[in-house]
């Protein structure tokens, strides 16, 4: 499975849009790119995923570039409940899966 | 919606205990998962299971074993519990599909070995 990359934190101000970044370069073709969340003291919690096309949901959306080679989850108007350890994870498709988890992003949203 | 549950939410052991962590899943999932959560290194995979006694290793299986006797169970299993096996456990469970990634999370199992 291919590599990602993202920065171990960010800040972002209440009701402001939460961007955050994903790099995965060596992305093949048949990877969908999934975001996960873990709020503090719980299990990680699904939020979106996607193979090309930008992909909406209640949560977040999910901006894919051309290439594929990154991504950029968005969080439209962050709250405080949304601060949060952010994990990208690229995957390949299929029945068995082993999802990868690294360390992740950790946003912090300020009041 | 799904729902993963961990038997326990904190668990105290000492050096050398045989300890059981148990992980029910409500929606007839075929595959379930075990993880543990240490600061800095993210989640670490230490088994998974894709059906009823049927187990692979993760990769860190070492000082673990797992059981799975009936699908919605799966058993996290420390045979002789050290001090470098104090973490966080998470399970998770899933439903294979091409286009259904989406793991399921318990709230996880904070381990202390003494």
């Known amino acids: 499975d291919a590599k990602t990359t993202q920065p171990t934190s960010m800040d972002c101000a209440e009701g402001r849009a939460a961007n955050l970044p994903c790099n995965h370069s060596?992305?093949?073709?048949?990877?969908?790119v999934y975001w996960y969340r873990q709020i503090h003291s719980q299990g990680p919690q699904y939020i979106i995923h996607g193979l090309k096309n930008n992909e909406t949901n209640e949560m977040a959306s999910l901006i894919i570039t051309e290439d594929r080679k990154s991504s950029t989850l968005i969080l439209p108007h962050a709250t405080l409940r949304d601060t949060a350890v952010y994990y990208c994870?690229?995957?390949?498709?299929?029945?068995?899966?082993?999802?990868?988890f690294g360390t992740g992003t950790l946003l912090a949203v300020q009041p | 919606d799904v729902k993963v549950t961990q038997s326990s939410r904190y668990l105290v052991k000492r050096t050398g205990e045989k300890v059981f962590l148990e992980c029910v899943q409500d929606?007839?999932?075929?595959?379930m998962f075990w993880y543990r959560q240490d600061p800095g290194l993210g989640l670490r995979l230490i088994y998974f299971s894709y059906d009823v006694k049927m187990k692979e290793k993760g990769d860190i299986p070492e000082g673990y074993s797992v059981s799975r006797e009936k699908k919605e169970r799966f058993s996290l299993i420390l045979e002789s519990a050290s001090t470098n096996q104090t973490s966080m456990y998470l399970c998770a469970s899933h439903r294979p599909g091409r286009n259904n990634e989406k793991l399921f999370f318990g709230s996880g199992t904070q381990l202390s070995v003494l």
């Open positions: 060596t992305i093949s073709g048949n990877e969908y």
């Open positions: 994870i690229v995957r390949r498709g299929g029945a068995t899966n082993k999802l990868i």
């Open positions: 929606m007839d999932h075929e595959n």
